[in-house]
């Protein structure tokens, strides 16, 4: 018999207090282990439409809902006892007529009339946003056949509460055309298909193989996407590189969950390989450990194999390993620095701001190290235009700076990963054997070339993920 849980269960769990979860799961595992046990209370639901829809008693109130057929059992909501009933005789699994792919469908005679709530009454009426789109267009987007009058009637202010009634395909769909948007039409299964093996479908329902699977799922339900990975992120997230790979999104769209799965991937994927799973801060890195903690507690040898770091700390201890600890100069001792090499080459009109500014994101973030390396190199996102006399001045400043900083056996972090860099191909010696970026927006040039050195010549070896959008920390660059 196949085992599933559905994404409302997990949502439904989490409704609940401490004892009830406590409760509702040990009956949840006593299912999966052995559904016709006589102590498990089944009843069926008369007043529910769907015929295969029963509840099983939890304690004296809570009730699971589960849908139950031969070869099947579904775990689907989860709640005090008429909550739970209400919850079942408003929906029912169906195969969509057109996508074939499985869904809980609300029944839309439960629903109550959809009313906005309208401060200023208007006589002119809003424009209905999907009246002219056909029904087997609709159909082909993952609508409801229930729901096709609704959302053809929808204007833009019902439209929201519209959507929040259909499966997130259609709800997804609806929302982008609102917006004049085109999306894309869902994959269409064969007749016959099995509907669970819809992409779509894969997005609420997960087949629970084991007893210790079901017990991580329903331990650890954290944004539930460690579990219900959906169909698009799971193709990123399995599919083979030639090279380095890229994945940018916004904000909310899954990235995290993107590199997290991917970095457990290439562990499982690849025995005996060590992956590097990195990001921009300590804070970040401290909470994707707690998530890569949820998503392997049952296969605790891949955490050996899988390093979170922020980036930095990787650096530093990487640095220490071959060179010993290092001596970080922090922004303070720079600014010393480079105040008195101005001071020292005088006869110029250039601020101190403007030369912190300039040895942080030209200088010290590219290392900088000649003089005809600076002439030449490039000063993306830098306003002010320098010709070459005036670079021959600034040069003259920050050579004191650096011959400074050396004398005192000082470095900066893009000097830590520039030589970690040169060591691997010196060495052909790498950490890892892969690596996973994560807000990959914020890597720097030096840790790049320090990442490049490592994994860019290999498959698969390096993975982004992140937002170009929310590049706060650094400067751009190719």
Known sequence: MEFRIADTFTDSLARLNTEEQKAAKITALDLQLNPAH????????????DKQFWSVRVNSDVRLIVHRTVDSLLLCYVNHHDEAYRWAEKRKLETHPKTGAAQLVEIRETVQEIVVQKYIEANVPKPLRFAHIPDRELLGYGVPQAWLSEVKTADEDTILTVATHLPAEAAEAVLEIAVGGKPQLPVRLPAGANAFEHPDAQRRFRVMA??????????FPWEKWTVFLHPAQRQLVER????????????????????LHRAVFLARKNEDARVLLATFSDALANALRTKLRYLISNEPRLGERVEVHAMNSIGRRLYELSAGRPQIADSKVVQKFISEASRAVGSHKFPLT???TEWEQVVDARQVSSWEAYRDVPRLGRKTRLPEKQRAV??????RVREDMKSRGLVTYPEIFMRLAVRIVETSRAPFDFAVIDEAQDVSIAQLQFLAAMGGSKADGLFFSGDLGQRIFQQPFS
């Open 394 to 399: 600034l040069w003259s400043i920050f050579e």
């Open 210 to 219: 084991s007893a210790e699977e079901l017990a991580r799922a329903l331990d």
């Open 240 to 259: 083979s590189y030639h090279g380095p790979a890229r994945v940018m999104g916004s904000a909310g769209t899954g990235k995290t969950i993107v590199a």
């Open 354 to 356: 403007f030369l912190c």
């Open 38 to 49: 006589p102590s498990l209370q089944f009843h069926k639901l008369e007043k529910a439409r």
